[in-house]
């Protein structure tokens, strides 16, 4: 993928990367024969060149002006060239209408507010602020009265395909927020968005049934469930902490006591009928012990959540339970798919997960396995087969918002978690 500070991504084909490379910490491609592909800035189109033109070398300026102007994370230089190009791609794929896209390809070419909110975190930890506020503005637009839609076209547009709304928005766009606030100068900076987080938390908090949990539906996974799930119950327990600090900054103490009851009742839910009991082993997918471990029990731990005792156990035994042959992970132990298929999201989670918690081996054999199932030109795909390939949309922004907010972790960077203040 190329492109130029404010215009459009351009998906490059697998034959156009083969035998090229990014100059380093750019968007400027060198190509096998010694040219440079590149778009230059202002226009809409790549131009090919023999060499190192004027183009090209302000491309590289531009580039490099706006990582030096944030912070690139990472201990190690192996560490900050894998975070420069997560950075570079997530800013290629936020236009400067906030619209934050999943990824350059026409399947993907939408805005999910799930991946939007991780990136709009992951520019806010690298001190980012234009392009992380941008996106919380765009989210914040186009909520409706009903709440999120499950993606948006680039102009705001609901994306009407049948594809059920997903009630974990809330929580990924309340924690965006948090996170925001957090990295900044402080909660005055998203006084104008008090609106959007109130609706969102009142959503999550209306969404909690008389058992504590809010009901099935749509996960991350995509799919329907008729039970409630792991994964829109702890994002919402995430989103209803991050209200609740947001409303106390914010002085809205009544508000703050109410999210911090709710989150109080949904977190006994949670580790009461999806974690560990009579007939399931660990945190399971749905309540039914039947449905097998998912992935979502990071969103319970460090960075989102607060140390529990058994926790730590309980979210590396799921990622031995979830790891497939090729050495990634799988959403669930029910997933329906490919079982020989990993699935770099997934994986990235349990980076994240190791790093907030302090455990830098395993964060960096998670680092490692990742770079080593990139694309050609470095990039990290949605998928990785069963022989080890990079298959599916590349770059996938939500993969690289989650090692940019690992690599964040690992240096104390990164805010977490939530819920002190209320």
Known sequence: ?????????????????RGSSYLPRSNVLLLPGGGVMYVPEGGDSPVTASGMDAGARASVRESRAWLAAGIVPGESEFEREIAARSLLNLRLLTDPSGAALAAPNPRWDYVWPRDASWMSAAFSVTEHREEARSILDFLAR??????????????????????PAQLDANGWFLWAVWVYAETGEG?????????????AAEEAVGALGSDGLPPGGADYWERRTLLPNLGNSAALLV???SAQDLAAGLGHEREADRYRRSADRLEDAVHRRLGPRAFADGYTRTTSPASGRDAAVTFLAPPFGREREGLRGE??????????????????????????????????????????SGDRERAGRWLR????HRTLLGAFPEKVDGDGEPQAAAPLAWTDAAVLLALAAGEGMLPGPPGEMG
Request: net charge negative; charged share 25%; no cysteine.
């Open 1 to 17: 993928m190329i492109g130029a500070s404010e215009g459009p991504h351009y998906a490059l084909s697998p034959q156009e990367a």
């Open 142 to 163: 186009v909520r409706d009265e009903r709440g999120w839609e499950a993606r948006y076209t680039p102009d705001g547009r609901p994306v009407p395909d049948g594809r």
């Open 187 to 199: 909660y005055k900076e998203v006084r104008d968005l008090w609106p959007e987080v109130r609706r």
């Open 239 to 241: 989103g209803l902490r």
């Open 315 to 356: 979210v590396i035994s799921t990622e031995e339970a979830l790891t497939a042959p090729n050495g990634g992970v799988l959403p669930g132990e029910r997933w329906p798919q490919e079982p020989t298929v990993s699935w770099t999201p997934e994986s990235a989670f349990f980076m994240l997960f190791a790093a907030a």
């Open 369 to 372: 396995w990742l770079a080593e």
